[in-house]
Antibody, heavy 121, light 107 residues
Framework: EVQLLESGRGLVQPGGSLRLSCAAS????????MNWVRQAPGKGLEWVSG????????YYADSVKGRFTISRDNSKSTLYLQMNSLRAEDTAIYYC??????????????WGQGTLVTVSS | EIVLTQSPGTLSLSPGERATLSCRAS???????LAWYQQKPGQAPRLLIY???SRATGIPDRFSGSGSGTDFTLIISRLEPEDFAVYYC????????FGGGTKVEIK
């Protein structure tokens, strides 16, 4: 059974930093691209970032480019999202999400339960 | 950036009725790069359809997807009580973007 377990939720002040982690199990982590998708309270889904299966290629939404960094450790089957210079509009539930394929440009077939990030003073 | 516009915003139907959801793209999207998701309150989204018309594992055949170019459709042939939820389309031909969602509510 595929499981994606996010951690790192918290309340952060504007301008602060936070690192999210996602522990994956139930599939060969190194064979698939991974993503982070977020959902602001009461709003729709927004893709944030994606990373290829080996980590060589990374992609970002314009809204987070230059502030967020996605990475992965295939030896630990873990995905990360380093978030810097956080803004109030980054407040959302952040989902760890597995691509169907080795590339980021694919449907997302499994999602974690999400972790809440709140940016507020 | 490809913008996806979903309509209607809310669909009020009764169990047993047919639901037709629309997703229109601002530019042409290859059928291989269009997916549909279902999200219930307090839950993560669930993949329903990928490649515009292929059902994901475990998805009942009352869900079907179709379309090409800029116009895509999700049909739920006969609504079951568990189908009342929010549905999102997503394209991944050029970066990844989601539509704003269609809420299917009980009439």
């Amino acid at each position: 059974e595929v499981q994606l377990l996010e951690s790192g939720r918290g309340l952060v002040q504007p301008g602060g930093s936070l690192r999210l982690s996602c522990a994956a199990s139930g599939f060969t982590f190194s064979n698939y691209a991974m993503n982070w998708v977020r959902q602001a309270p009461g709003k729709g889904l927004e893709w944030v970032s994606g990373i290829s299966e080996g980590g060589a290629s990374t992609y970002y939404a314009d809204s987070v480019k230059g502030r967020f960094t996605i990475s992965r450790d295939n030896s630990k089957s873990t995905l990360y999202l380093q978030m810097n210079s956080l803004r109030a509009e980054d407040t959302a539930i952040y989902y760890c999400a597995k691509s169907r394929l080795v590339v980021v440009t694919a449907a997302i077939d499994y999602w974690g339960q999400g972790t809440l990030v709140t940016v507020s003073s | 950036e490809i913008v996806l516009t979903q309509s209607p915003g809310t669909l009020s139907l009764s169990p047993g009725e047919r639901a037709t959801l629309s997703c229109r793209a601002s530019q042409s999207v290859s059928s291989y790069y269009l997916a549909w998701y279902q999200q219930k309150p307090g839950q993560a989204p669930r993949l329903l359809i990928y490649d515009a018309s292929s059902r994901a594992t475990g998805i009942p055949d009352r869900f079907s997807g179709s379309g090409s170019g800029t116009d895509f459709t999700l049909i739920i042939s006969r609504l079951e009580p568990e189908d009342f939820a929010v549905y999102y389309c997503q394209q991944f031909g050029s970066s990844l973007t989601f539509g704003g969602g269609t809420k299917v509510e009980i009439k």
